[in-house]
């Protein structure tokens, strides 16, 4: 082999040695041991959507993911830390390695399928048109000349933006608090959000105030991963589905929404 030879030989080397160190930390799939040797799970999560994602008294994150979250760290043994996240920055946040898992609310579909992967779900909710009473609204014919507000780049925006007719005046906001403030201050005729959103505006407006208009979608909602984590998403699945079989997911579900755990079928 010739000098020249050798020097390229062991520039490649060198390049692949670079190329390894860039992107060995994206190419090493994260585990329930690699977490467990950590001695932590990072757990992203909204704080904005009651009673899912909430704040405590204390101003410490609390729900029913909150309480998902807590049952998961248990079963592994790990202390578990709570990161909020907004519905803008929550897949960011997971695919930026800010956070391990992502328990905060978020609906399972084709397109945010692309860049995350799901558990099986953990939890549901109906998204629905909600606005003022007087204003009348029974379908997209409606939206027209009307001001619609929803949470940026949610569930709801994908759901009323596929049925609003061209022209209709959709408002999008940073998250569900933002949005259902639009409502109460009347920057907006009606919002879509969740029925649990819905139910606490109704708390704090006058009865019949608002209403129910349509329904716009029924979400699933699953724990997301980043791609590629076989193991670890298997380890997630299991412990869906073990505490679904054992009851605990119901007592939470009682706990929070005052209702049993639905009947949820894989992904």
């Not at 030879?5 to 040695?17: D, K, V």
């Not at 953990?122 to 949470?151: C, H």
């Not at 906001?173 to 639009?182: G, K, L, P, S």
């Not at 019949?208 to 298997?234: C, D, F, W």
Request: contains cysteine; aromatic residues 6%.
């Amino acid at each position: 082999m010739t000098s020249s030879t050798t020097r390229r030989t062991a520039l490649a080397a060198l390049g692949l040695g670079a190329a390894l160190a860039v992107f060995a930390p994206f190419a090493t799939a994260q585990s329930v041991a690699d977490i467990q040797k950590k001695g932590e799970l990072t757990v992203g999560m909204l704080v904005d959507f009651p009673p899912y994602g909430t704040t405590n008294a204390q101003n410490q994150p609390d729900g029913y993911d909150a309480d998902v979250a807590r049952l998961l760290a248990r079963d592994w043994g790990v202390k578990l830390t709570i990161v909020p996240v907004t519905g803008p920055n929550r897949i960011p946040f997971l695919l930026t390695n800010k956070v391990d898992l992502l328990v905060a609310s978020l609906a399972i579909s084709p397109e945010r399928a692309k860049q995350v992967d799901f558990s099986m779900p953990y939890a549901t909710a109906s998204v629905v048109l909600y606005g003022v009473s007087k204003t009348e609204i029974k379908g997209p014919a409606d939206f027209k000349n009307k001001r619609l507000g929803v949470a940026r780049a949610s569930t709801q925006d994908v759901a009323l933006t596929a049925i609003a007719p061209e022209g209709t005046q959709i408002r999008r906001f940073d998250d569900d608090a933002t949005t259902m403030q639009a409502l109460l201050s009347g920057q907006v005729d009606a919002i879509g959000c969740s029925t649990t959103v819905a139910a606490q505006i109704a708390k704090r407006a006058p009865a019949n105030t608002y209403e129910q208009k349509l329904v716009l979608t029924e979400q699933r909602m699953g724990i997301a991963l980043r791609p590629g984590q076989a193991g670890l998403k298997k380890a997630v699945d299991d412990f869906v589905a073990r505490h679904k079989a054992n009851g605990e997911l119901n007592k939470l579900y009682q706990k929070w929404l005052g209702t049993d755990f639905p009947a949820l079928s894989g992904s």
